[in-house]
């Protein structure tokens, strides 16, 4: 093809005839390598190859695990091989090991009384200590069951009428007067 002067503006007004000369035109003067094939075509060939590399290949099915169907063993018989499946009595045998295994586990055991062993104090921490050097160890042992009791109110183990009960100061009780504002 000879060479043709690369279209322009003033020689194509009409913007869809512009774009479609230039289309024509790189088309036409696109730079082939000695096979013919464009820059774009070898592009593009190439990423084709890569691509298919990409894709995973299809990984064949594993075949269902097919177990052999064992038939049950007969009780008090020994199947097999040896001198031992030759004679009922070592089926026997078994058979009593498993009976006594299973009246052993039904037995009750006597019940060992342990011996009550003292805990260790609880650490104290440094504020508890503090506040037991303030207030004395009665006051704060006070609040510990105080708290106690309080905690097993909330979580429904006592009544609120048997916590004011015993604890008729506390907080509780003095907002179930009427004392305190709720």
Do not use: C
Request: net charge positive.
């Amino acid at each position: 093809m000879a060479h043709s002067k690369r279209p322009n503006r003033t020689t194509h007004p009409n913007s869809a005839k512009y774009r479609a000369a230039i289309a024509a035109w790189n088309k036409a003067h696109e730079v082939k390598n000695s096979e013919g094939t464009t820059a774009k075509e070898r592009v593009d060939a190439k990423q084709k190859a890569r691509d298919e590399a990409r894709k995973p290949k299809p990984t064949p099915k594993p075949k269902p695990k097919t177990t052999p169907k064992t038939t049950p063993k007969p009780k008090g018989k020994v199947t097999g091989k040896g001198p031992v499946a030759s004679g009922t009595e070592y089926g026997v045998f078994l058979d009593e090991v498993a009976k006594n295994k299973k009246e052993k586990l039904k037995a009750k055991k006597p019940e060992v009384k342990k011996p009550e062993v003292k805990k260790p104090a609880k650490k104290m921490s440094r504020l508890e200590k503090q506040n037991r050097a303030r207030h004395s160890d009665e006051a704060i042992d006070h609040l510990k069951t105080k708290n106690a009791a309080f905690q097993a109110m909330k979580k429904g183990k006592m009544t609120k009428k048997e916590f004011i009960k015993k604890f008729p100061n506390s907080i509780t009780a003095q907002k179930a007067a009427g004392l305190r504002r709720r």
